[in-house]
């Protein structure tokens, strides 16, 4: 079992900055591939960005490629979502998943573990 814990959400102005992290607890989480997705009122929850659990290999949806970074520290068990460049329909809740592999990394029903989320409010 691995319990994920997201935090760094908040409100902030469009063209503003956050950045998400998520701590793992429980059984060590640097063998799973980990991913951030958000869930805005009335949307589905769409997949963000994700990671390897090597690091090396990274994963973005369209519409925050170039303003968002994931990242990972496993010496620390946690997983950072740097979010630059923040406009309104970025709003939503965040949370982060763990999986041991990222074959369907977009897919958010192939993660098995998951964090109880974070707002962020980007204003206009």
């Known amino acids: 079992q691995v319990q994920l814990a997201e935090s760094g959400g908040g409100l902030v102005q469009a063209g503003g900055s956050l950045r998400l992290s998520c701590a793992a607890s429980?059984?060590?989480?640097?063998?799973?591939?980990m991913g951030w997705f958000r869930q805005a009122p009335g949307k589905e929850r769409e997949f963000v960005a994700a990671?390897?659990?090597?690091?090396?290999?990274?994963y973005y949806a369209e519409s925050v490629k170039g303003r968002f970074t994931i990242s990972s520290d496993n010496a620390k068990n946690s997983v950072y979502l740097q979010m630059n460049s923040l406009k309104p329909e970025d709003t939503a809740v965040y949370y982060c998943?763990?999986?041991?592999?990222?074959?369907?990394?977009?897919?958010?029903?192939?993660?098995?573990?998951w964090g109880q989320g974070t707002q962020v409010t980007v204003s206009s």
């Open positions: 429980g059984r060590s989480r640097s063998r799973y591939a």
């Open positions: 998943a763990a999986d041991n592999d990222l074959t369907r990394y977009s897919d958010y029903e192939a993660y098995d573990y």
């Open positions: 990671v390897s659990w090597t690091g090396r290999n990274t």
